[in-house]
């Protein structure tokens, strides 16, 4: 079984009898009812799970669901004698949620009922959330559960604790790591980038190593991705155009400036960002791209920086990119192919790491000064923190970067290069260091007590 950091917060959930409704968000095939189930069935003698989306097609049962008695009847006709139980020896998982919207408003009641311990998943529930009436907001926690980030790829590589704990804390003194192992993780990297963090591809790489089978498993997620916009978005011509700007994703990124641009959708001049903001939305509602905003004017928080009308969509999985820019040539990611522009492939691995590990992304954008990758904030020196991402050999070179750090109305205290290069070291601010590390740049609210703010 693949190990995903969630774990710990599910355990916890469960054992803290806790008033609020915990709901997992994600996109699909990330593998949330998986570890849900396996957690729950687990840590509960009694364990009820009911589908809404499987529901919704077949019996209907809880389609006119409107109170606690109406739902504990809709739940007895398929659980049967496990209704005999109690909150501490009996979890009631109410997977894909969000399938019918009165549910989401009968969470505070559930809760308030008592009678079982609840968990939820939701697929589209960033979607749901947008359109559902009178939410119980104090009554739900809402957790987002990512493809496997790279630690986690690691452990499912039999990359043992010890040795990834010794590369947090070279990390953290800023040190490399020796010859041997950084080829190893590198090597290891490269084939994330290849297979990506979405659990069925990951299981094919492990059981299989065949690249036919996971670049099949890639489109298989995507097809199902694409056709979840038609599922939940009664306009055909907004599904469409979602599905238009997410097939774009790909040689959006493979542009020099990588962002979004809105006369290309539909190929009409004239046409303003603004006229598609409900499809962005629903792709990072839905999960399946990342989101991240122009600033030319940073300032700590981020937050309180104006964004510009301007974009860029990353893909939820690095994986799921290669797969269309690449298909089944690994050798382009392997070897170090001569020509072959890796730029937005690590782009979009960083890009997941951050968004994984709890950072809201935004980018610079001067016309002047030009564009830096990644802004997140550093609450250890209250600035903000740009993160460049390069995948040549020129990884030094970063005129960017350099216009941004000299800036003296930014106030901002350093900066990091994530690339190729095994070492770490500082220079006039700039910390160089292996794009393997990303996996240990986390905010400093992080509740995982080995981390350390960046």
């Known amino acids: 079984m693949l190990y995903r950091k969630i774990i710990s917060k599910l355990e916890q959930y469960f054992l803290s009898h806790s008033n609020k409704m915990l709901i997992i968000d994600g996109a ?9 189930r396996h957690v729950g069935q687990r840590m509960f003698p009694n364990y009820i799970e009911v589908n809404m989306e499987k ?9 006119n669901v409107r109170t606690v008695e109406e739902f504990m009847f809709a739940l007895s006709s398929v659980a049967g004698e496990k209704m005999k139980g109690s909150p501490e020896d009996t979890l009631v998982f109410i997977d894909e949620i969000q399938a019918y919207d009165q549910l989401l408003t009968m969470v505070k009641f559930l809760m308030d009922d008592g ?24 009554s739900m926690e809402i957790e987002h559960m990512y493809p496997l980030d790279f630690e986690e790829f ?18 953290l003194r800023k040190e490399g790591l020796p010859d041997e192992m950084h080829a190893k993780i590198l090597d290891l990297f490269k084939r994330y980038l290849l297979v990506g963090g979405l659990p069925d591809a990951v299981n094919i790489f492990l059981e299989e190593h065949n690249m036919v089978s996971i670049r099949s498993a890639h489109r298989n997620i995507r097809n199902i991705y694409k056709r979840d916009a038609a599922k939940y978005e009664k306009d055909s011509g907004k599904v469409l155009k979602i599905q238009r700007i997410y097939d774009m994703i790909p040689s959006n990124l493979e542009n020099k400036k990588k962002r979004v641009v809105a006369k290309d959708i539909e ?21 399946i791209a990342l989101e991240v905003q122009a600033i030319s004017n940073p300032v700590y928080p981020l937050s309180e920086s104006s964004s510009k009308n301007l974009l860029k969509l990353y893909m939820n999985d690095v ?19 001569c020509g072959i522009n890796l730029g937005s492939v690590y782009e979009n691995v960083v890009a997941q790491e951050l968004k994984a590990h709890g950072f809201d992304l935004k980018y610079y954008d001067n016309k002047k000064a030009g564009e ?11 600035s903000v923190l740009p993160i460049e991402v390069k995948s040549g050999k020129d990884y030094w070179i970063h005129i960017a970067l350099d ?44 509740d995982r007590a080995e981390y350390i703010e960046i």
Do not use: H, W
Request: aromatic letters at 10%; a neutral charge.
């Open 28 to 36: 699909r095939q990330v593998g949330k009812s998986f570890i849900i």
């Open 154 to 171: 690691l452990l499912a590589c039999s990359v043992g604790d010890m040795a990834i704990e010794e590369m947090r804390q070279r990390y």
């Open 267 to 287: 190929d009409k001049k004239g046409k303003r960002m603004a006229d598609y903001q409900d499809e962005f939305e629903y792709l990072t509602a839905a999960g």
């Open 115 to 138: 009678r079982f311990t609840y968990i939820a998943s939701g697929s589209q529930l960033g979607v749901a959330l947008k359109s559902t009436q009178s939410l119980p907001a104090g």
């Open 403 to 446: 216009k941004f750090l000299s800036n003296g109305d930014y106030d901002v205290k350093r900066g990091i290069v994530l690339s190729n290069e095994q070492r770490v070291y500082t220079v006039k601010g700039i910390t160089y260091m292996p794009v393997y590390y990303s996996m240990f740049i986390v905010p400093a609210e992080s």
């Open 319 to 337: 994986g799921l990119l290669t797969g269309v820019l690449y298909r089944n040539n690994v050798k382009s990611i392997l070897d170090d192919e």
């Open 372 to 382: 830096v990758d990644f802004l997140v904030d550093s609450t250890d020196d209250l």
């Open 55 to 63: 529901d919704k097609l077949k019996d209907r049962l809880f389609a």
